[in-house]
């Protein structure tokens, strides 16, 4: 148990749905990341948010919508997906975004999403 | 544009063998490097955090090593275990502000009885 609990664990959707993925720290960190992992691609960043603000956005398509609303809680609203939107996404937190190692990421267990 | 090569994709051994998992980054400008490591159905696991300053990090049976002017880092398992199986990643920050990281594919280890 890493403290970061992403839910729901598995979603399918059809192209047409709109769907939430949720994730929660209870670590008291400021810093909350998405992350993308497709089969046989690297884990690719999405979205950093740090204290509620986001601070990157990895040139993600509009048909995903991060949300923020506190330092513990970071949404990622999906609408019109496309099949290859099909993939793992993770979300992470950490203390700060500095580099150092008191900032390092700690990662939930992922929703497992695949678009019909 | 920072890439990361991770070699051997996949690696099996005999339980007890000492292994080496390498890494390798494209642009030499990084902050830091991570290792990771990825259980099925599971996230990530930070291993060890080497700052760009440094040359190596140990942590129990695990050494990671870092050559920032040629581009490389090794992670060394010494004595593996069935339960060191698992996919390892390494990781590159490229920005001060530590937030973006680069990832390579991994290297999926398993480790026999």
């Known amino acids: 148990e890493t403290g970061v609990t992403q839910t729901p664990r598995h979603l399918v959707m059809g192209m047409t749905n709109k769907k939430s993925l949720k994730c929660e720290q209870h670590l008291g960190h400021n810093a909350m990341y998405w992350y993308k992992q497709s089969a046989k691609k690297p884990l690719e960043l999405m979205f950093v948010?740090?204290?509620?603000?986001?601070?990157e956005n990895n040139s993600v398509p509009s048909r995903f919508s991060p949300e923020c609303p506190n330092s513990s809680h970071l949404f990622l609203h999906l609408h019109t997906l496309q099949p290859e939107d099909s993939a793992l996404y993770l979300c992470?937190?950490?203390?700060?975004?500095?580099?150092?190692?008191?900032?390092?990421?700690?990662f939930g267990a992922g929703t497992r999403l695949s678009v019909l | 544009k920072q890439e990361v090569t991770q070699i051997p994709a996949a690696l099996s051994v005999p339980e007890g063998e000492n292994l080496v998992l390498n890494c390798s980054f494209t642009?030499?400008?990084?902050?830091?490097l991570q290792w990771f490591r990825q259980d099925p159905g599971k996230g990530l696991t930070s291993l060890l955090l080497i700052q760009s300053s440094q040359r190596e990090q140990t942590s129990g049976r695990l050494n990671a090593s870092l050559d920032k002017s040629s581009g490389r880092s090794t992670l060394y398992i010494a004595a593996s275990q069935p339960g060191d199986s698992a996919t390892y990643l390494c990781a590159v920050s490229v920005t001060t502000s530590g937030s973006r990281l680069t990832f390579g594919e991994g290297t999926q280890l398993t480790v026999n009885p």
């Open positions: 948010y740090n204290f509620k603000e986001q601070t």
């Open positions: 992470a937190s950490s203390l700060g975004v500095g580099s150092g190692a008191k900032n390092i990421q700690y």
């Open positions: 642009d030499s400008a990084i902050y830091n």
